[in-house]
């Protein structure tokens, strides 16, 4: 269904990318690898698959269900489709906060790469020495002027694609851009496998080590596994709003679930190897990609500074497209509320541009570092809400409506577009976890992970 702009995806080919490009970002490469690494590796990943498939996947299509079958922004959709409860309403309005959260957060983070890729280009990261890199890392990212130049300035990039429209801007950005980011990873990914040492980083990653893995690290996972997805905070409500008609949602659905969690290993395969080979400590937390990589690169000679710039180049669009799709959830809202879409998208950059501003002084030893909401500066307050606590309770109560409040005639109607399809053994499978697998686990994993210290 259309949305009332008229706005939407072209092909299923081009919502795949777009949603894809959406799912992948700096929660693959950034985030993934320093959590798994934290929380164990191997035993870590088993967690993980589970969670992304059998939750992450089944609220993925969930809300492409909702969106789809709405045509509406996540705070609509809910209403729309059960009228009798307007209630739910406040669970679009829960996502989409808890979007401008991940959109302030996203931001620093890709003002850092978008510093990185620059750093690259112009033979700074080149000239430092390789025990200097964590002391390089922390001085920039706690600076003030710095950061908060490329959080605009890649913000600036982000509003210029939504400008755009969807077809014209995120559509068509996304299916040039991941396919590119494939092939660079893969590349990556050799390059990695063939340093000295390399095995040690693959038994870190493969091998489970279950005592390494606390309640704690399982909440990890599942939020991982969410926040990668891009799941449980609406923003596939509103690019559910965008598919075709004839668009096979289930298929859809998985072809993005696999290819985000390839992403995901792909970039643990990088970085791993690499981090062992040169003697880098794999439980070092945000800073990994930023500190363990450019002593990868370096020691690869001219090859590792063209790699440097084209890898930060693609952390960058990597982290643009999902960036492209939080502006876009916000956008969406707020111009359907009969403000044009180019003022809407500027009203919400200015917003989050303050938060975001707010974060980056907070991180590390920034001019803000001392001021502490529960014990944590602002930095990581933003990165425990919107890694494990928001989204888990965004997506508990969002799959809880799917499976007991929606009519289960609409969404096979949904699901099979209106019967053309056929969905049979799987659709028994596919409701029976997201009435009661999904649920249940979503709401022992919150549990155990925010009262079960
Ligand atoms: N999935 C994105 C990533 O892996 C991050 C993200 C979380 C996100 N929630 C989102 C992106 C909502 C877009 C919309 O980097």
């Known amino acids: 269904m259309a949305t009332k702009t008229g706005e939407g995806f072209s092909s299923s080919f081009g919502a795949i990318m777009a949603a894809a490009g959406s799912a992948v970002g700096l929660g693959n490469i950034w985030r993934f690898p320093y959590i798994c690494g934290k929380y164990g590796g191997g035993a870590f990943l088993l967690v993980y698959i589970c969670f992304v498939f059998f939750i992450g996947m089944v609220l993925m299509m969930s809300e492409f ?25 406040y669970v679009g309005i829960m996502g989409l906060i808890t979007c401008f959260l991940i959109l302030a957060i996203y931001l620093v983070i890709s003002g850092w790469t978008l510093n990185y890729f620059w750093e690259s280009l112009t033979g700074t990261l080149a000239s430092i020495s390789n025990d200097g890199f964590g002391k390089h890392f922390s001085e920039f990212a706690s600076s003030a002027g710095r950061p908060v130049l490329f959080v605009i300035l890649f913000l600036v990039f982000t509003a210029f694609v939504i400008i755009g429209g969807v077809e014209k801007g995120i559509e068509r950005v996304s299916k040039l851009l991941m396919p590119i980011l494939v092939v660079l990873l893969l590349i990556l990914c050799v390059r990695s496998l063939t340093l000295d040492g390399a095995s040690e980083g693959l038994a870190y990653l493969f091998h489970p080590d279950f005592s390494k893995l606390t309640g704690e690290g399982i909440l990890a996972a599942l939020g991982q596994a969410l926040f990668s997805l891009s799941v449980g905070m609406g923003v596939m409500i509103v690019y559910g709003s965008y598919l075709p008609v004839d668009d096979n949602i289930m298929k859809s659905s998985i072809w993005i679930t696999i290819c985000d969690f390839a992403i995901a290993v792909l970039s643990g395969i990088a970085i791993f190897p690499a981090v062992f080979a040169c003697g880098q400590d794999p439980t070092g937390g945000p800073g990994l990609v930023y500190q363990v990589l450019p002593v990868v690169f370096n020691s690869l000679g001219t090859v590792g500074r063209i790699f440097s710039v084209v890898f930060f180049l693609l952390l960058s669009l990597a982290a643009l497209t999902s960036a492209i799709s939080l502006l876009e959830a916000l956008t969406q809202w707020l111009s359907s509320e009969k403000i044009g879409r180019t ?43 919107t890694g494990t606590i928001l989204p888990p309770i965004c997506a508990l109560l969002t799959i809880i409506f799917f499976g007991w409040f929606m009519n289960k005639d609409d969404i096979y109607d949904e699901l099979s577009n209106h019967k053309t399809l056929k969905i049979g053994y799987f659709k028994v499978f596919y409701y029976f976890l997201a009435r009661f697998v999904a649920p249940l686990a979503l709401i ?3 549990v155990a992970g925010l009262f079960g210290k």
């Open 444 to 446: 022992i994993v919150l």
């Open 65 to 89: 269900v909702i969106g789809r079958r709405s045509g509406e922004d996540p705070v609509k959709a809910y209403p729309k489709l059960q009228p009798k409860r307007k209630g739910w309403r």
């Open 343 to 385: 003022i809407s998208a500027i009203v919400m950059s200015a917003a989050v541009v303050v938060l975001a501003v707010i974060a980056s002084f907070s991180f590390g030893d920034g001019i803000f570092s001392g001021f502490k909401i529960a014990n944590m500066q602002i930095f990581d307050l933003l990165d425990k809400l």
